[in-house]
């Protein structure tokens, strides 16, 4: 198995492309990921923490179902990578909802302290501050949601967390990556000045892009017709 950590402009730009050629050849598979995007943002801000838990059900779907499709044209297999990846997604579906719960504690504690500041505390949203915001997003894309992606096919190739870990932290320190996933950074200030709930959205689109872009590091690329009759029901990714 050969994994490529050295992505060159090129390659970052291609997992755009391969993900707007899944959804034109997927409509239908596309349009089911957004309608669960949108049943994410359904569930209010109150209940932040069974947000995140839900956030991070998003994500695990998303690698899931784009990986199967892109790969064998069909989601037949997709039970089986769902249940291959169930040690990985329950784990931290409930470590992240925990980590929420405690997270929206010490908030609410915090604003219970300090009512006065939390209540008139305003945001000019000038041009420093709305750049701010974009290079915060892109931070996230990579500092969080890239490694929870990276563990699924880590997962797949029996990689160990240190060398999941090397991965990660190779790609992360290089300013492309960063550069990478700006597009979809710059729709957050975007959704905060128009004060619009696109988070699930934001949060289907770096996934999507993510798990492209793990399909160039891992130099996975879609089966061809004979070989997807004859596979087994189930094989790791890249096998």
Known sequence: MQININLSVQDYLRGYKEMCRFIARSPVICGVMLLLALLVTVVPFSFFPLRMGACALLVSLVVCVVSIQYRYGSLRR????????????LPAI?????????????????????????????????????????????LVCVAQL?????????????????QGEHIWLSLMLRWKTLAAFLPVALFVPLAIVLKQDWSAFLLLAASMYCTFLMFIVFNITPEPEAQRVSSPAFMPQGA
């Open 78 to 89: 997709l039970a089986a990578e769902l249940n291959f990846h169930q040690r990985l997604i």
């Open 146 to 162: 890239m490694p929870y992606i990276l563990a699924h096919f880590c997962h797949s190739f029996s990689l160990s967390r240190k």
């Open 94 to 138: 409930l470590g992240i909802t925990a980590l929420s719960w405690l997270a929206f504690f010490a908030a609410d504690l915090l604003s219970g302290l300090m009512p006065a500041a939390a209540g008139n505390a305003a945001v000019a949203y000038d041009g420093m501050t709305l750049t701010g915001i974009v290079l915060g997003g892109a």
